[in-house]
């Protein structure tokens, strides 16, 4: 079971963009997709077949997971994530800090 998932809202913990947040858009191996951080600039040519304009792009580059840290609202800071079995046999995601559920 993946700790961090698509939709999560996650905190930036090292680099360049430490300390914000962020939704994750998508998740590509061991690397993350991040609305708003690890953003770059890129120089992009005109392309008239697909209807792009050229010019100088700012668009996210992934960010890997061990740099973000899944946010905890209760504790308003970046918390670890476990695993707990439900009594229904299903496992759910958990902070490790108060153990709170992250996926109801």
Same mark, same amino acid.
């Given at each position: ?63 890997? &997971? ?35 559920? &992250?996926?109801?």
């Amino acid at each position: 079971m993946r700790k961090i998932k698509k939709n999560d809202d996650v905190i930036v913990i090292a680099g360049k963009d430490k300390g914000s947040r962020g939704n994750v858009l998508s998740v590509l191996g061991d690397y993350l997709l991040v609305s708003g951080i690890n953003k770059v600039k890129k120089h992009q040519k005109p392309n008239p077949t697909k209807g792009l304009t050229g010019g100088i792009v700012e668009k996210e580059m992934p960010i890997h &997971i061990s740099n973000v840290a899944i946010y905890n609202t209760a504790a308003k800071k970046g918390d670890r994530v476990g695993t707990k079995l439900l009594e229904d046999g299903r496992k759910a995601r958990v902070f490790k800090s108060n153990g709170e559920m &992250i996926d109801a």
